[in-house]
T-cell receptor, first 115, second 114 residues
Framework: DGGITQSPKYLFRKEGQNVTLSCEQN?????MYWYRQDPGQGLRLIYY???????QKGDIAEGYSVSREKKESFPLTVTSAQKNPTAFYLC??????????????FGEGSRLTVL | GENVEQHPSTLSVQEGDSAVIKCTYS??????FPWYKQELGKRPQLIID?????GEKKDQRIAVTLNKTAKHFSLHITETQPEDSAVYFC?????????????FGAGTRLAVHP
């Protein structure tokens, strides 16, 4: 069954701790993205990656880090420098645009709560 | 920076009525405008999209219109049903290369009452 898998679905963290959210896709998509969703603010782009070993900052990258060592995987680390990390995090992927629509395929999300 | 504004933030209609959600974008180079639907507790899913070389696109009960001059696009849902209740997001981007850097609006919570 092809798709994007995010884990964990729920995560609690104490202040000052780093936490890593997992995102794996078996759609053979080249590009992957991380968005943050807060009530009333829509989806805001944190980081995106076009190919392996390359990634770019989005609009709200401060306090976050990513890696792209494999095409299938794009983990997000929420560091202690992120001042307001409690949010719903969505990972997405898209195929190379030629011949495709531009659609982003989303995972089911990870809800992070900082205690 | 690039921005997408979406209105209204909430919309309540009776079953069978039409619903209209409007968005404006700031980047005049944007050429791709999708709409995503997110049901409660679920992932966002694409319902319709339009490219800048087209003024209108329709798929059954949903349609999207685009006015490039005004940098404005809208989602129209006709004959609404309770299962249309969800949060709807508009987005805009410049489609090029190997990625699609979508900028999303803040969302519209649509409630369809039986």
């Amino acid at each position: 069954d092809g798709g994007i898998t995010q884990s964990p679905k729920y995560l609690f963290r104490k202040e000052g701790q780093n936490v890593t959210l997992s995102c794996e896709q078996n759609l053979n998509h080249d590009a992957m993205y991380w968005y943050r969703q807060d009530p009333g603010q829509g989806l805001r782009l944190i980081y995106y990656s076009q190919i392996v070993n390359d990634f770019q900052k989005g609009d709200i990258a401060e306090g976050y880090s990513v890696s792209r060592e494999k095409k299938e995987s794009f983990p997000l680390t929420v560091t202690s420098a992120q001042k307001n990390p409690t949010a719903f995090y969505l990972c997405a992927s898209s195929p190379y645009l030629r011949g495709n629509t531009g659609e982003l395929f989303f995972g089911e999300g990870s809800r992070l709560t900082v205690l | 920076g690039e921005n997408v504004e979406q209105h209204p933030s909430t919309l309540s209609v009776q079953e069978g009525d039409s619903a209209v959600i409007k968005c404006t974008y700031s980047d005049s180079a944007s050429n791709y405008f999708p709409w995503y639907k997110q049901e409660l507790g679920k992932r966002p899913q694409l319902i319709i999209d339009i490219r800048s070389n087209v003024g209108e696109k329709k798929d059954q009960r949903i349609a999207v219109t685009l006015n490039k001059t005004a940098k404005h696009f809208s989602l129209h849902i006709t004959e609404t049903q309770p299962e249309d209740s969800a949060v709807y997001f508009c987005a805009a981007s410049r489609l090029s290369g190997g990625y699609n850097k979508l900028i999303f609006g803040a969302g519209t919570r649509l409630a369809v009452h039986p």
